[in-house]
């Protein structure tokens, strides 16, 4: 029989915790307490309806699969049976959230697939989020560690790139997450103080079509109460050509008040000319942009990448 890695049942569980479906199961005797871990207590379970999907799947796999111990299967029926009378949640839900090895998941409350509601895409956590938050505490430690205090995040959503980089770099002093929806506001407000970090976190309203003045008083604020620089942060916001202007408007505004400061966006590529059309106005504002990493597969891929200043030497 082949033992199931650590790594496996890692992003097993991450999975798990999140509600979503893994791409792969590594079945060989698995048992409930490889993917629940330690943390089987959790008030925030993911809902009934997931879980009974979930087990479902294992138990099909295992019975196919040739070196699997019936016992093992009987224990995943005994579970099956558990839930079984449970009533049906519905949805939002909490998701938690494992990032980059963070000791404690971040709780995000949000809709399980609705795209647009209310009028908004911002009521569930994009992938684009997901894979800045992991990029940026990974890979940014040094830049987020040494030279920035404070962030401003354009497009916020449910909040889960402000809560992942809060709570893995809490020294730094505030960051800022905006939006244009008040709903989605309202439920990222509401993540932010399931996770405990209101005193590190401001929300407001932004809308990049109408609020530039109001970003230039924000910048400005941040500015002259902080000595160090800031970042600017959003990912899934480039999502149409339409709003590439008024990006491009606050990309440069940020920089005007920051010269030495930083962006980091991760773009879900959904259609190579929009990401064209946002590369080709940064150029022309005399910005650089620099592509750091590319995220996803086939079906779902991106970009994250960093605008600079060019400073004159
Ligand atoms: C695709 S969602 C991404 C949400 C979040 N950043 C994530 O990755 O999970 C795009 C977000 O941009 C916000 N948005 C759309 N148009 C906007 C505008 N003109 N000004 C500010 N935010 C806007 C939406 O409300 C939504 O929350």
Request: hydrophobic share 40%.
């Amino acid at each position: 029989m082949v033992a199931v890695t650590e790594e496996a049942k890692l992003n097993l569980r991450k999975d798990y915790w999140a509600a979503k479906f893994p791409s792969q199961m590594p079945l060989n005797n698995l048992t409930g307490n490889d993917i629940y871990g330690s943390t089987q207590t959790l008030p925030h379970q993911p809902p009934v309806q997931y879980r009974i999907k979930f087990i479902k799947f294992v138990i099909k796999k295992l019975e196919t699969s040739d070196d699997c111990s019936e016992e093992l299967t009987e224990k995943w029926y005994e579970t099956l049976e558990e839930l079984s009378g449970a009533p049906v949640q519905q949805e939002p839900f909490y998701r938690l959230y494992a990032i980059a090895e963070m000791e404690t998941p971040i709780k995000i409350y949000e809709d399980e697939k609705a795209f647009v509601s209310e009028g908004s895409t911002g009521f569930i956590t994009w992938r684009a989020s997901l894979e800045l938050a992991k990029w940026i505490s990974i890979d940014q430690l040094a830049t987020m560690n040494g030279n920035c205090c404070w962030a401003f995040e354009l497009g916020c959503g449910t909040g889960l790139l402000a809560l992942a980089i809060m709570t893995k770099f809490p020294h730094l002093s505030k960051f800022f997450a905006t939006d244009v929806h008040q709903g989605v506001l309202a439920r990222c407000g509401q993540n932010i103080s399931a996770n405990q970090l209101s005193h590190k976190i401001d929300t407001s309203t932004l809308d990049w079509v109408q609020d530039e003045e109001k970003f230039s008083n924000m910048c400005q604020h941040a500015v002259d109460n902080f000595r160090q620089p800031g970042i600017l942060l959003g990912a899934d916001v480039i999502f149409d050509i339409s709003v590439i202007p008024f990006l491009r408007r606050i990309i440069e505004n940020f920089f005007s008040f920051e010269p030495l400061g930083r962006a980091y966006f991760s773009c879900a590529i959904r259609n190579q000319d929009t990401f064209d059309e946002f590369q080709r106005h940064i150029k022309e504002s005399r910005l650089h942009i620099e592509i750091l990493h590319n995220w996803g597969n086939e079906e779902s891929n991106g970009v994250i990448f960093e605008v600079q200043k060019y400073l004159s030497t």
